[in-house]
Structure formats: C-alpha cells, structure tokens
C-alpha cells in the first residue's frame, strides 16, 4: 500500500540534543512537507521541499533543518537552537498537479517530547 | 492576504443535527479548496474538496457549499454522530500549490 512512513512515533530529547525525525513516502510524490502541531492548535508549517535537493523555509524554520538526497525520504532534524520543541510532528506530501480529489497525504505523526 | 480564516474554534453538536464550520480567504488566485479531517494522535486525512467552477460538492453526509463573490466555503455534516468527533482544517491553494490551512475547529457530537 502507498502512503508515508513516519518514525518513531514517540521520541524524547534530552536538553541541547539533535534529534532526526524520518519521513519516508513510497507514493512517487513530487512535494514533501512538515508541519508542527502544539496541543488544541493548528498546523504550522516548518520546511516544504518541492523537487529533490531542493527545499525552502515555511513560517518557523529556526531551530529546525532538512534534507531531500532522494524523492522517497525528507528528514527534519530539531535542533538543540529549538527551544521549544516539545510537539506533535507531520510529515506530508502531494503530487505537482491532480484532479478535484488532490491533496496532500499526511504521515501519522511523531510526538517529540523534551526530558 | 494568504490566510484563511475558519471559525468557529470549537463546536458542540448533539447527535444526529447539522455540523457546520465557516472558512474565509482573501486571495482571489485560490483555486482549489480541500477539508481535512483529523482524529487525536492521528494525521489529517483528506475528506473532501472543491474548486471554484461548482457552488456545491457532497460526497455522503459531508458537504462544501462554496460563494466565490463572498470569498467563503463551508463543511456542513448532515446527521452528524459521535465518529464525527475530530478536529476539521479548511484550507486553500493557487493551482495546487503549498496549502494555507485554517487554524482548525474542534468537533464533539454528544451522544
């Protein structure tokens, strides 16, 4: 079955520690996205990448970077600059056109908790 | 210019009545506007979406009604049930490009 692939789904970071959040999707999509959801809040979107090698910031990218080597995989890696990074994490892609039913796929999230 | 506003922020409904959530936007190039449903601990999942050449879009109990010279869409659930219970994100994009999401409602059908 085709979808995204998020892990772990449970993390926990001690003080001024990085931790690499995986995001892998098997749907040949184009676009691959995250987001931060805080508890009762809506979606913010961190880094979005829309062709490989290439991404670019959303509206809170600091303390967080990205890569994209390959289409399949975007990792986000929370950095120790993050001082706020206790959150639930999605992965989301999409393809570059499509019809009335286009949308983007959303992983089921991985909730980073600081220790 | 590129936001979309959605309200209300929380909404109880009893069983079997009528859910409805109110998004708004302000930039005209919009062309495609999807709804998300999202269940605690879990992604949002695409529930259903319109673009702006129809007025309306059902697809089961869920319906979009869409007023493009008000700039407004809406989600209406029909007979709504405790199921329904979830977060619901409007959102809005230019020729399926990066989505602006509402701020989300929050949705409790009391049984």
């Known amino acids: 079955d085709g979808g995204i692939t998020q892990s772990p789904k449970y993390l926990f970071r001690k003080e001024g520690q990085n931790v690499t959040l995986s995001c892998e999707q098997n749907l040949n999509h184009d676009a691959m996205y995250w987001y931060r959801q805080d508890p009762g809040q809506g979606l913010r979107l961190i880094y979005y990448?829309?062709?490989?090698?290439?991404?670019q910031k959303g509206d809170i990218a600091e303390g967080y970077s990205v890569s994209r080597e390959k289409k399949e995989s975007f990792p986000l890696t929370v950095t120790s600059a993050q001082k706020n990074p206790t959150a639930f994490y999605l992965c989301?892609?999409?393809?570059?056109?499509?019809?009335?039913?286009?949308?983007?796929?959303f992983g089921s999230g991985t909730r980073l908790t600081v220790v | 210019q590129q936001q979309v506003k959605q309200s209300p922020q929380s909404l109880i409904v009893q069983k079997g009545g009528i859910s409805i959530i109110n998004c708004a936007y302000e930039?005209?190039?919009?062309?495609?506007f999807p709804w998300y449903q999202q269940f605690p601990g879990k992604g949002p999942a695409l529930l259903i979406a319109i673009r702006p050449d129809v007025s309306e879009k059902k697809e089961g109990r869920f319906t979009i009604s869409f007023n493009k010279s008000a700039k407004q869409f809406s989600l209406h659930i029909m007979d709504s049930q405790p199921g329904d219970s979830a977060t619901y994100f409007c959102a809005a994009s230019v020729s399926f490009q990066k989505l602006v999401f509402g701020t989300g409602t929050r949705l409790l059908v009391s049984p």
């Open positions: 990448s829309q062709i490989v090698n290439d991404f």
């Open positions: 930039n005209t190039a919009f062309d495609y």
């Open positions: 989301a892609s999409s393809a570059r056109s499509g019809g009335t039913n286009y949308g983007y796929t």
